[in-house]
């Protein structure tokens, strides 16, 4: 896994320009069971992927907090709120809270386990969001988050083959796959 994850921002760069005109194209004429296709490609790859020997997205990248996610870890880790806020969360350049420190500070890093997994943030919880609704409106999220995430970039590259575009996207000329 190690060597993969060395090797996607590489490949990624490589892909960018491809991937970013399919998902124009993918924009302009979506499938109706676009949701239905990608959930099954999602379900395939997490078969085969085990996060447990990767945690990329956690070494590497901070959930958001939302008042919701900080009630539930500070509870379960038995602290006040504001202690929880202060001890492990800043403010980004959005006013979002993140992690202060990268790999993130409730990664286990023997096993790369989370100790909060049961009150983990929602966002850690859907990462790499290629199982949620309106995947269409998730594509520059997939794409960034594919950088980081085999699966996620799997998961593109085995959507790219089940729903080929193919064509011109300035005049629309399209064959679709499915
Ligand atoms: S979600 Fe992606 S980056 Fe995170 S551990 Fe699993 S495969 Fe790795
Ligand atoms: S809270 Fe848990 S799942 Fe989320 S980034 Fe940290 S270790 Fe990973």
Redesign the pocket.
Known sequence: MEEIIKELPKKVYDLRKENVSYFKRLKKRTPKNLDYTVQELHDKEFTK?D?LT?????KTTSPMFFPKDIEKAAKFLRMKEQKFLETYLERDEDDCYVLKSAPCTFLDESDNTCVIYDARPKACAE??HTNRKKFIQLTDLTLKNSE?????FNIVEALKKAVPMVGNAKNEKFKRGK
């Open positions: 992927t996060c990767c945690a990329n997205c956690c990462y790499p980081i995430c085999p699966a996620a």
